[in-house]
């Protein structure tokens, strides 16, 4: 009788244990997924802010300048931010995926005079009479 007892407490033991590792797997799943949700949520932010600030700028007119504080990481991740004017487009790019933003002009460009590059985290852009160079 007494080991019938221990047995079937055994077995109990191992079923808890049982359901209190898949719990715990499905737990660190759903935040491996929210991690990465949460990547891209704030990817998404920061291309926001950037397309929004270059469309305002655009929006004061000549001889107005503006520039980035964009943040270091995006969830101790690092990322870059491409300008395609070409594609009136922002993107920010991130480990395992990024975001795409549209931008209402194409005469942006660099100091260099190409119009696909990377915005620095503090570039400072100007509004030259309609064309916005980015240093």
């Known amino acids: 009788m007494k080991a019938q007892a221990a047995f079937e407490f055994l077995?109990?033991?191992?079923?808890i244990?049982?359901?209190?590792?898949?719990?715990v797997?499905?737990?660190?799943?759903?935040?491996?997924?929210?991690?990465?949700?949460n990547d891209s949520m704030k990817a998404n932010s920061v291309c926001m802010g950037v397309a929004s600030s270059l469309n305002?700028?655009?929006?004061?007119?000549?001889n107005s300048s503006y520039t980035f504080a964009l943040p270091e990481l995006i969830n101790g991740k690092n990322y870059t931010?491409?300008?395609s004017a070409a594609g009136r487009a922002?993107?920010?790019?991130?480990?395992?995926?990024?975001?795409?933003?549209?931008?209402?002009?194409?005469?942006?460009?660099n100091s260099t005079g190409s119009t696909l590059?990377?915005?620095?985290?503090?570039?400072?852009v100007r509004n030259n009479g309609g064309v916005f160079v980015v240093g």
Do not use: H, P, W
């Open 25 to 37: 797997g499905i737990y660190f799943m759903d935040m491996q997924e929210g991690s990465a949700l």
């Open 56 to 62: 305002a700028l655009a929006a004061t007119g000549g």
């Open 90 to 109: 922002a993107r920010v790019d991130y480990g395992e995926g990024g975001a795409s933003c549209a931008l209402q002009f194409a005469n942006v460009t």
């Open 11 to 15: 077995v109990l033991a191992a079923l």
């Open 81 to 83: 931010v491409r300008i």
């Open 17 to 23: 244990l049982l359901l209190f590792t898949m719990s």
């Open 117 to 124: 590059f990377e915005l620095g985290k503090n570039a400072t």
